[in-house]
């Protein structure tokens, strides 16, 4: 009987396992959402000889159509962002209410990323040369810096990033501001 419950255990890992692979004669994705195009068939020989990459580009042919991928795909992002609390991408950041932060913004928002003097001379001189420039042409000189959705909504963000004491825009407007 112990033998009987280790060997269906086995055998529905090996299913599990190879259901991917065998599934794509049947149910093959080749339809995806992402922005992407899928990676075609290699060719296991070329004009040139014997495809050396054949087993990379046969790798990345799998991952874009392996059985059901799309399915497996929302059933990471859901295991992951439910069960483990984090993202399926390390794009994304999970907050709280499930709210998504794009994480290239993180930096800023936790105040770990400043601007250095001499980054901080480069931009305010750059900028200074384009404000005379637009009002040398007759116009006024406008800069506008659409915030982080990190600043704006920081409630939702998670207990672990901790808003920083200053930011690079706070430290750029107060430099720019003592020009005039």
Do not use: C
């Amino acid at each position: 009987m112990k033998h009987k419950k280790y060997l269906i255990f086995i055998i529905a890992v090996w299913a599990f396992l190879v259901f991917p692979f065998a599934g794509m004669l049947f149910w093959r994705s080749d339809e995806t959402t992402e922005n992407t195009e899928l990676a075609s068939f290699p060719e296991l020989k070329t004009d040139e000889g014997w495809n050396q990459e054949y087993l990379s580009k046969m790798e990345a042919y799998f991952e874009d159509h392996f059985a059901l991928r799309q399915y497996w795909v929302t059933a990471n992002a859901l295991l992951r962002s439910h069960v483990t609390q984090s993202s399926a991408t390390d794009q994304v950041v999970l907050g709280k209410n499930d709210w998504l932060y794009f994480s290239g913004t993180t930096a800023d928002y936790q105040g770990t990323n400043l601007f250095s003097e001499r980054e901080m001379f480069a931009i305010l001189h750059n900028l200074k040369l384009i404000q005379n420039y637009v009002q040398e042409q007759g116009s006024a000189f406008y800069l506008m810096v659409p915030p982080n959705k990190n600043s704006l909504y920081d409630e939702n963000m998670p207990y672990y990033y901790q808003k920083g004491d200053e930011s690079n825009l706070e430290m750029l407007t107060e430099r720019f501001q003592l020009l005039h």
